[in-house]
């Protein structure tokens, strides 16, 4: 979408702006793949991060970093659950503090005000369901809906035709432990890569009770901690693959990827949160 975006739009816009948020806890595959991807197209990538203001009242910012100097270690990720707590599926600010919010401080520290730029959105056309009902008030655009419209297997065959592509499996993504995974896909990646859960259970161990709501949180479904999820990946069950065929209401409920409603843009309560 970036690619055709900056082919084909150029002499839409004055300015055009290509953001990348990292949280600290994506897969290094990820950070390759948008460096290989800023060298290879032009790019220009600004990459940002959270800057998170421990005093209640005051929003989260950003700062400027690389490929180089971007958090690989949790330390941003930390800093929002240090304020805001652990998200989970009751608590889900993560994609607000670690992505929606830097995104939009860059743009205001560009003199991008609220309701003055368009944003265009990767959504696919076999994904129209997730469109924003208020795309038009907050001024969201749908390239690969509405201009080029590609599905998945559209996608896939455009990748194959170059040179490189992100080196995930599907059922991986981006954040190498999303609580948003179903289980069957955290007890594979515990199986295949234990230590991508160190994260998560330090974090479980050091801030329970951070941020407002009552009691110890958890990050997985059905309150289970880290330490439940690995237990789960010592036992007997058939490991996930990007072609899986099995279901069942345990291991694979409730949906069926990690991706759903990841974006940054799209849960309305959040934008309104923002100012969007």
Request: glycine share 6%; net charge negative; charged share 30%.
């Amino acid at each position: 979408m970036t690619k055709w975006i900056l082919d084909n739009w150029k002499n839409r816009y004055d300015d055009i702006q290509v953001v990348f948020a990292n949280t600290g806890q994506e897969n290094e595959e990820t950070l390759e793949f948008v460096d290989r991807c800023d060298e290879k197209f032009g790019f220009n990538v600004t990459w940002v991060e959270s800057v998170v203001d421990p005093e209640l009242g005051k929003g989260t910012t950003h700062r400027v970093v690389d490929f180089f100097t971007a958090d690989r270690e949790g330390q941003v990720f930390e800093s929002v659950i240090q304020k805001y707590g652990i998200p989970n599926s009751s608590f889900p600010h993560c994609t607000r503090e670690l992505k929606l919010k830097p995104i939009t401080s860059f743009c205001r520290s560009i003199g991008w005000k609220s309701g003055t730029y368009d944003t265009a959105i990767g959504i696919r056309v076999d994904e129209i369901d997730r469109m924003s009902a208020k795309k038009d008030e907050y001024r969201f655009l749908y390239p690969l809906v509405s201009e080029v419209p590609m599905t998945k297997p559209d996608v896939n065959t455009w990748w194959r035709n170059q040179e490189f592509r992100l080196e995930l499996k599907g059922y991986e993504g981006n954040c190498k432990w999303c609580w948003k995974k179903t289980l069957r896909k955290h007890y594979t990646l515990a199986k295949q890569s234990l230590s991508i859960y160190d994260f998560p259970m330090e974090m479980e161990d050091k801030y329970p009770t951070a941020g407002r709501g009552e009691g110890p949180r958890v990050f997985f479904r059905s309150n289970r901690d880290t330490r439940d999820v690995l237990l789960g990946s010592l036992g007997d069950f058939e490991e996930f693959h990007d072609d899986s065929t099995i279901y069942n209401s345990e291991l694979d409920a409730p949906g069926g990827t990690c991706t759903e409603q990841c974006d940054a843009f799209s849960n309305d309560s959040d934008l309104e949160q923002v100012g969007f």
